[in-house]
């Protein structure tokens, strides 16, 4: 295939672009990582988003273990930390909250382009300043046990008393309806609730291995995102609000392939298949040993012509001529024979040179990379600026993920969203919410601070 | 809640978000979850493929095990929802045909190999000419640029290069050493993660081309997105990226935490968030079978003890014992009621029987007239007041909507 520049795509647009979401309010009440990365994703199209915080009920992921410790390794790099904020509440209070609650690396990573205000909810005060945001806001967000909005009288026809057309979606771990509606979910439980951990590693007697970090809070943020945008479409369209009620375990529906249709058609159990390729003919099609500690190759063969260069790779090593290896159907019946051998080969190998080799010559292959690897080495990923440097009032510059990571052309998707800064430090925004987007005069503001409101 | 729940049950009949979008889609498996994400938010999505049909179909397992275009479950899971014509691209009348079609789109999904479409003419600049408003997407295993531009991926390879593989696997023998190898995560993930990241972004242009508001931006134009299953892959990982950048730190290959159930199913457990004040109560479900004495080591009721791997170690232990007599569900709920979070790690297939999804109406089945049956897929990824999730037809047959497409493009014409 000839390369045209063409073939790149049109030229991408550049920081100095529009925002696509840009003029969308969201009040922002969600948490950890699942609810969290829904307003992360449209921050970073352009919504405003304002997260609304309490210090003495803290999203954990502020103290998780990352805290503090990003700072020595950081220091380790040689460049300056960022000025700090002195003016924030939780610390003029004297409020139980450690100082690190502003440095945790997770929480800055997954929050990026949010404004952060105090406000306590569980005050019958806070809840009337919460719904003047709501006054003014397009969406609003979630991610509390299902029954918490509605003891507050703000569940879905609560909120529409307060504003007709409003958007509310709430991200409960098992949905608003149902008798598991205020059971606690986390990542790893909600990718175990749904069926999936369930598919991976090897068949019975051995465990289900699931993830060991949490598929289940990276994926429900684009279900919601997509949602939303979908409501603000209908609504502009129709003038109506919308109540979107996502559990945490529902998107994991549709990401267990063809578990339900095998069953349902064919009366098949689900097993695990470990690496292999269970419905589309491939062999070898496995994960192997290289050199070096940790270090793995994935493999994936498809037909008689990939074959043949990964033999030709190999030097064509006699076995490679033997009978039960001679068809795609024969290396599929004799797997664990031609994976063992496979395995000697790739053993001696640095995984990445092998990778390069392989695909030189046609093998679908890849280098098992680690975060780190992602981080430092990848070559792929750098060039196509899948980190953006962003600055943090507290930690300074770092390295952000891109949330979303498709190229668009005309209205870039940017973590930095409308704040051009990482997450919020605690109460980082409260003179801008209250004051400009409230209106509120800074005695009121102060009365409500003293009486324990924001 | 009772009220709002009928409510629902009132709108299922109204269209979705998307009502008004048209999508025509091209490509292999990687261009079928995203179709179907928009299909179901009420997009009409055309699928274009080669008279010999897409190369999803030949992906199974198959409709009574037996191979056949329009019997594979892969291309029935994700296809759905959607209408499909036959066009082959290399003959000039078809790819005439294309144009006319993308002309009446507002999205085009193109998941041919890098550089296919603009070499038949019918890529982005060609589209831009006869639609200037098209939000084109492509998607691609590593993206339209980049050093890796040109490798070969797969599930498994992309799994493989974006690092959910390196976080799936059985705990190490000893420090840093693993008998088995990492693992890929059953059941196509790859192609939904980038399939979720496109939708989201289409979803965001297509906003942005209806609703430019008194923006003076440009908004009310097309764009092109450039799609890299890889990127989308490597951001799938969670925390760990961000771990690694704050504090250096590679994340551990290990075994979920999940203790076994008298039935044989596991457990999925998060003691670290277990409370102080929830360890009472779970001293109390204990009691019966004598077990809540190996919580009673005083420096349990201290907060910094609790969050110890040591501490969730004794726990799990003393909760794998008591767990041995009793079903998962009995376990789910009991613990579940201690403010424990944890969840039966089950087959997707005995979620068909669950309280929470059958009270949620999680699952739909979806006529399939010409066997003359019904099967049983996912209904929906969330609930919504207004405007359903739309759950089928059941997936195209090969070229089954030639005829109605073409007919409505003349009359349109």
New interface residues.
Partial sequence: MSKTSSDRGPALGSEMSPLPLKGVRITDLTWALASAGNATLLASLGAEVIRIEWPERMDFTRLSETAGVGISSREAQRTPLGPGKKEIPYQKKGSPVPPHANRSGVFNDRNPGKYGITLNMSLAEGREVFKRLVRTSDVVMDGFKAPVMGKWGLDYDGLRAIKEDIIYIQMSGYGNTGPCRNYGSLGPTAQAFSGLGYLHGLPEPHEPTSWSHSYMDTTPPFYGALAVIGALHHRNRTGRGQYIDQAQYEPGLFLNGTALLDFSANGRRSGRHGNRSPYLPAAPHGIYRCAGDDAWIAIAVFNDAEWRSLCACMENPDWTRERRFATLEARIANQDALDALVEQWTIAQDHYALMYRLQEAGVPAGAVQSPEDKVRTDPHLKVRDFFVQLDHSELGTWPFTRHLTPKLSATPAHPGGPTHRGAPCIGEDNRYVYEELLGMSAEEIRAYEDRGVI | ?AG??AKWQAARATP???D?MRVVEVGGESVDFCGM?LAG??ADVIKVEPPEGSPSR????F???RPDKDRS??F??YNRGKRGVTLDLDAARDRQRYLDLVRTADVIIDAQ????M??LGL???AVKQVNTGAVY??ITP?????????????D???????????????SQQSP?Q?E??????????SY??AA??????I??????R??P?N?T???G????????I???C???????????????R?????????I?CSDGR?????IT?LRIANLAKLRELLAPAGLDKELEDPRFDTADYVKTPEATQRIAATLGRWAATKTAEEAFHAL?RC??????????????DD???R??N??VDIEHPELG?H????R????????SWRTGPRAPLLGEHDEEVWRQLQSNA
């Fill in positions: 809640m709002t729940n979705g978000f998307f008004d994400l938010e009420g030949r992906i199974g397992p409709y009574e095990d479950l892969f029935w899971t190999p890098a550089g296919r603009n070499a890529g982005y600049d997407c492509s590593f993206g339209l640029y980049g050093p890796w531009r040109d490798f070969k991926g797969s498994l390879i992309h799994q493989a290069l974006g690092g959910s593989a390196y976080c799936i696997g059985y840093g693993w088995t190898p990492p693992f890929m995560a059953q059941s196509w993930h939904a993660i979720e990241h496109a939708a989201v972004a979803a965001a242009a297509f906003y942005w209806h609703h508001g923006r931006d440009g908004g134009r097309g764009q092109f997105i450039d799609v890299s890889h990127d989308a490597a951001q799938s990982t969670e925390g760990t990226v961000p771990r690694y950048i704050y504090t250096g590679n994340q551990v290959r290990n075994a979920p935490q999940q076994r596991f457990i999925a457990l998060v968030m579940q403010n424990v979070v944890c969840a039966p790690n089950r087959p997707p297939e005995e979620l068909l309280a929470q999804c009270e949620r999680n699952f049956r099967f049983t897929y996912a929906h990824p969330s609930l919504r007041s207004e405007a």
